[in-house]
């Protein structure tokens, strides 16, 4: 059974830094795309950063230039950098993998709420 554990949500200030953190009960390499996607009160969940076994990353037009995903593979964790943090990136944020099995699995959530 894969788990996925979230850390590092909280209460930060508009314009400040946040970092989440992911960690997985296996080795990374075993998903082949690993993301962060979010789900604000009364909205969908959305995509918020990818980035897949390759390397490549992808990110959501409303975060680009301001949050990095990222990973350490020795740490089986993936990061999610947020700077320059703004109200509308309040939200639950979950964790995703995708296996190359195609199985995919969600972290329980970590609330981020951006206020002053």
């Known amino acids: 059974q894969v788990t996925l554990v979230e850390s590092g949500g909280g209460l930060v200030q508009p314009g400040n830094s946040l970092r989440l953190s992911c960690a997985a009960s296996t080795s990374i390499f075993r998903f082949y795309i690993m993301g962060w996607y979010r789900q604000a009160p009364g909205k969908e969940r959305e995509l918020v950063a990818s980035?897949?076994?390759?390397?490549?990353?992808n990110y959501a037009d409303s975060v680009q230039g301001r949050f990095t995903i990222s990973r350490d593979n020795a740490q089986n964790t993936v990061y999610l950098q947020m700077n320059n943090m703004k109200p509308e990136d309040t939200a639950v944020y979950y964790c995703?993998?995708?296996?190359?099995?195609?199985?995919?699995?969600w972290g329980q959530g970590t609330q981020v709420t951006v206020s002053s």
């Open positions: 995703n993998a995708q296996a190359w099995s195609k199985e995919s699995y």
């Open positions: 980035l897949n076994s390759g390397g490549r990353t």
